[in-house]
């Protein structure tokens, strides 16, 4: 079988031509292939009050702590709130964690 120089070439864009497709539809649209990175989406919780001794849950009750607000009152935005860097915080007049976005009726906004 005698193959011309234009079959050839015919040949060789057509080859060319479904790889790009196979690329394209591993790449974008295809199942499970590619991996595109997710916002992570997951919820921070920080009401584990597990650790905590009867007094210390009493006095989260007593501040009325809720692990989030809409009036803007948050804990990162307090000045009693302690930033540990690992999602939850702290509160230096409560034991336990508190979550940057909850709230307690002892806010006091930062200066
Ligand atoms: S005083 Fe209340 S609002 Fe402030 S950090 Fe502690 S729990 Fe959060």
Known sequence: MKITRRKFIGN????????????????KGGKGTATTPEKKTEALACDDVSKLTEAEKKTRTALKYVESTSDGKTCESCTLYVDNGSGCGGCKIMKGSVHPKGSCASYSKKA
């Open 12 to 27: 060789i864009a057509l080859g060319g031509a479904a790889v790009a497709t196979f690329s394209l539809v591993a790449c």
